[in-house]
């Protein structure tokens, strides 16, 4: 700009952060496309309020020169550049990524080589897209907790491939309002669990495959209101909920859960009063579900 004197400056709105972990280097890199950086831990140590730290594909974890839990700052989005070819793996202990308020992961693999106890961990807003876990962990795939806990998950894939029928995919618990859309949950014990007072909105996911579908922890003094289709937060429902081993949903409070609008293993659901391989809802603690699908 031609207005500008040469001792003019601007302000830096923000930066983005490249890391390449076959060319780059964190000693002499400084994280621009020419001098990438090596490591994630690094670039997002560095990493400011509005920047994107993107990441080359490849396979980044601790046999690479990671040093996991990934805390991902405020207002920061870590991006990968192929979902399918850009890979965190989880530590020994603990969470693979912790996400900060309103912070953003997108478009990775995240795996457990080591046993950790969650890939994606979020106690704040912020959002979680175009994920693929394919491996078990000790707690759960994603966790989503307390009542700040606005997290937008949508179009992943949480799928346990390496110990099916164990572990949880989603965990949506303690007062969380978070929003799941266009995702996949398969192979776990239970696709969905959620407990004391959570109020996730869910629509147009497939939970199938699963010992339990979605299930709610057992309580008379708290109730678990996941909208699944027509209820308070206005979910479209459209999700799939079938061809879950034990049960495709199982209300353990005395909520009304609204599950609007979906498919389940027939168009009339069986519902019991326990849980019963061949029912698709089961209603155990004096609470009730509607699953109509008129509209």
Do not use: M
């Amino acid at each position: 700009d031609s207005s500008y004197a040469g001792e003019d400056t601007l302000a830096v709105l923000f930066t983005v952060r490249h890391v390449d972990g076959a060319t780059g280097d964190d000693t002499t890199g400084d994280g621009t496309l020419a001098r990438p950086l090596k490591t994630i831990s690094k670039a997002l140590t560095e990493a400011a309020a509005g920047d994107t730290v993107f990441v080359t594909a490849g396979v980044y974890g601790a046999a690479h020169g990671e040093a996991p839990p990934h805390s991902v700052p405020d207002s920061v989005t870590l991006t990968g550049e192929s979902r399918d070819d850009c890979v965190i793996e989880g530590p020994a202990i603990g969470d693979a990524v912790i996400l900060g308020r309103d912070a953003s992961i997108v478009g990775f693999t995240v795996t457990n080589p080591d046993s950790a106890t969650t890939a994606i961990t979020a106690s704040l807003p912020g959002t979680i897209r175009d994920i693929l876990v394919n491996d078990w962990f000790r707690f759960a795939a994603i966790r989503a907790q307390g009542e700040e806990s606005d997290v937008v998950i949508e179009d992943c894939e949480i799928v346990n491939t390496d110990s099916r029928g164990d572990g949880r995919g989603l965990e949506l618990i303690w007062n969380t309002h978070s929003t799941v859309r266009n995702c996949v949950i398969s192979g776990w014990h239970t696709g969905v669990w959620l407990n004391f007072n959570s109020d996730p909105l869910i629509e147009h996911c497939e939970i199938t495959g699963n010992t339990r579908g979605l299930d709610t922890w057992e309580t008379t003094e708290h109730l678990t209101l996941p909208d699944l289709g027509g209820g308070a937060r206005n979910s479209e429902g459209g999700n799939t909920i079938a061809g879950n081993d034990i049960v495709d949903l199982v209300n353990r409070t005395p909520a009304l859960i609204y599950a609007k609008f979906n498919t389940w293993d027939a168009p009339t659901p069986a519902v019991c009063f326990e849980e019963l391989p061949e029912c698709d809802i089961a209603i155990t603690n004096g609470g009730s579900v509607d699953w109509c699908d008129c509209r």
